[in-house]
Structures are given as C-alpha cells and as structure tokens.
C-alpha cells in the first residue's frame, strides 16, 4: 500500500482513484449505493433557489438537530451541534477536552484518527488490544478497570468498531458507563455505524452528563463527500466544546438539507441498505472461507467493513491490497488501523452494488 512521504503523495494517491471511476471503492467504509430520489431532489432544490448565499447558522438548521436528536431518540439535557463530518466533531472534542499529560483509553485495532487527534493535545493514548477471540475482538470492561488510573480523562468507545464490526451489549455500554462515571472521565461514544447493528445501545442512555456521541452521514445514506456530521452532549458540554469550535459560519447549507432530507425518508432506504450489505457479506465470506490460511475474525459484522485476516496464507497486507489495487478493488491493508497487528489483516467494506462485491471475491481468491 502507499506509503506516505508528504501531503502531495497522499493527495495525488487519493485523487487517482477518485478519477478512476473503473476503481471499485471498498477502502473508507463508504456507502455507493444509488441515492434515494428524496435527497437528490432536495439537493438539487437548494441550489436552484440559491440558498448557498448566506451563512447557516453556526451550531446548524434547528430541523436538522431536532431530526438528529429524534434519530437517536433523545431530549433534554441532549443538544447537537452539527460539522463538517464525524471527523471534525472527533477532532474538536478530543482537542478541547484532552491536555498534555491525560491519558484516553481506547482499542488496538481502532479508529487511529481519534488517537491521532488525541495525541495532538498532548496526551497519552492507551490502545489496548483487543484482536484475539477470548475477548471476541472487542474491549471488555475488565481491560479498562485495570487501567484506569488519576491520569485517565476518556474512554473511547467506536460502535460498531471499525475495522472489526463488532458491537457491544447493552449490559457492556452500560458497564462501561459506570466505570466512566465512577471515574469522574469523559466517554466519547462513536456512532458511525449503528444503523447497520442489529441492536445498538447508545453510551448517552446510560451516562448522559458525561458521553459525547459522534454522528455521521457518511455511511448510512453516503454523503460522505458532502462532510456532514454532529455531535450530541449535554447543553453545558456543548458550551464548552463551542469555544473551540472550528467553523463559526455553519456547515454546508446543501449538506445540512441533504441531511434533512435522508432522516426523513430514513425508512424509506435503509432496510434496503442493511440487507444489501448483510447479503455481500455472505458473498464475501464463502470466497474467503475456501481460502487456505484466511478467515473472518468476527462475522457477521455489525458495520459496514469487516477485517479478512490472512496471516495463514504466506503474503502480507500490503502485497494484497497492491494487489488488489491492480485489479480495480481499493481496500486497506491492517496498519490503518493497527499498531500490533499490522501483519494480520486486510479490511473490506462492502456498502457497494453486488454485482461489485462478485467480482471482488472471484479477484480475491485468485490471489492465493
């Protein structure tokens, strides 16, 4: 896979493939399934009224939080201030509440972007892993009380986490709750993917004063490229994380109507999209399990990427995802999303036609 040597690399990789409409986009977890007709037409409505010509207002369009809030179903004391993306929400709580010296716990493998940021304010991060089956690839509340110490002020809890696909109980949410609480630490709950979870609790049920819940439209209804995202605490939370805040003027008024526009149909499409994706896992999975030396840590996966792990096989990650990116199909090698474990894995996500995905296993196996 690449490796970066500056920013002119990294942008020059990316936008190859983002020209190369031959290139099949299994890398960033990103829904490509056709755009229900609804957020098309309220896109397209925006700009011919022109809407564009004035600021939004800067904590987002009142609909827009009311519809968020009532997706997650949640009240006061909740409030929403709407982003540019999941990502920059991460980046302005990590920032805001993180100095130099505290201590954030999270997962090895993870979402190392939110390490990233957290290392950023100076503090330490605790990744502690979680890729072996005793712990069914996931954190347990056990891990975290053993580490707890003065110094933590945040436990990160991605779910479903990516890369894996797992999900916790709501017996675990809560668990991991009263630890946070005890504690007197922030829980920074991820949310990306939970429309795609069978059954999904969130952290804000159980320790409302202190989760910060990030929100994503990039992947239930694909708007990745149009950066919407949010993030849910309580007033005084909100208040607090405002002063940091990276954009006075508001997010992209097309945006926020797009977004507007997806929860209100939201019943609409998305029980065509989780069966879709459920249905390319399986596609996935048959190929991967006649592979000698391959297999699927957790399946099903409760997100939309899971990791095949081919530390059995003899070839490394980023000859196979090379590979595969020779043949058309963008995936990720496992040291985006790992420090340990970087030979172990390659992670696909699957939020794509199926047509895509079948010529993506014949491609797969064939490398073996």
């Known amino acids: 896979m690449i490796q970066v040597a500056d920013f002119n690399t990294e942008n020059q990789f990316f936008q190859n493939i983002y020209d190369d409409d031959s290139v099949v986009w299994m890398g960033q977890n990103t829904n490509h399934f056709p755009t229900p007709p609804a957020i098309k037409r309220a896109m397209v409505d925006a700009i011919d009224k022109e809407e564009y010509h004035k600021y939004p207002p800067p904590y987002g369009l009142e609909e827009l939080r009311t519809l968020i809030l009532q997706d997650l179903n949640l009240s006061s004391p909740h409030e929403v201030h709407v982003t540019e993306g999941g990502t ?4 302005q709580v ?4 993180l100095r130099p ?22 503090a330490k991060v605790l990744d502690l892993p979680i890729y072996a089956a005793d712990t069914n690839y996931k954190l347990t509340p056990d891990m975290v009380n053993e580490v707890m110490s003065k110094r933590t002020k945040m436990l990160t809890l991605v779910d479903p986490l990516n890369p894996l696909g797992v ?13 946070a609480e005890d504690a007197g630490v922030y829980l920074l709950n991820d949310v990306t993917y939970r429309d795609v979870a069978k059954l999904h ?12 819940t990030i929100y994503s439209f990039s992947k239930n209804c694909g708007l990745a490229g149009l950066r919407l995202g949010a993030h849910i605490a309580t007033s005084e939370l909100i208040e607090r994380l405002a002063r940091y805040k990276i954009n006075d003027l508001g997010t992209s008024i097309v945006s926020q109507i797009a977004g507007i526009a997806a929860l209100k149909t939201k019943l609409d499409w998305l029980p065509k999209v989780v069966e879709a994706i459920m249905a390319n896992q399986a ?14 840590p957790v399946y099903p996966s409760q997100g939309s990427m899971f990791v095949i792990d081919i530390s059995g096989t003899g070839k490394t990650p980023e000859t196979i995802a090379d590979t595969m990116l020779n043949r058309g199909f963008f ?13 172990k894995y390659v992670r696909v996500s699957f939020t794509i036609p199926k047509a895509q995905v079948e010529r993506f296993a014949i491609e797969f196996s064939s490398i073996f």
Request: proline share 2%; with cysteine.
């Open 167 to 179: 999900t916790y109980t709501a017996k675990e949410v809560k668990a991991f709750c009263e630890i």
């Open 101 to 122: 010296g505290d201590v954030m716990i999270s997962t090895d493998p993870g979402y190392y972007v939110i390490h990233k940021f957290a290392e950023l304010s100076g």
């Open 331 to 343: 995936i990720r090698a496992a040291e985006y999303t790992t420090r340990r474990f970087a030979d």
């Open 283 to 296: 596609i996935i999975k048959d190929a991967v399990d006649k592979i000698r030396g391959a297999y699927l």
């Open 94 to 97: 990590t920032r805001t509440l």
């Open 88 to 91: 920059e929400s991460l980046y």
């Open 201 to 212: 609790t969130l952290a804000a049920d159980f320790y409302p004063e202190g989760t910060i």
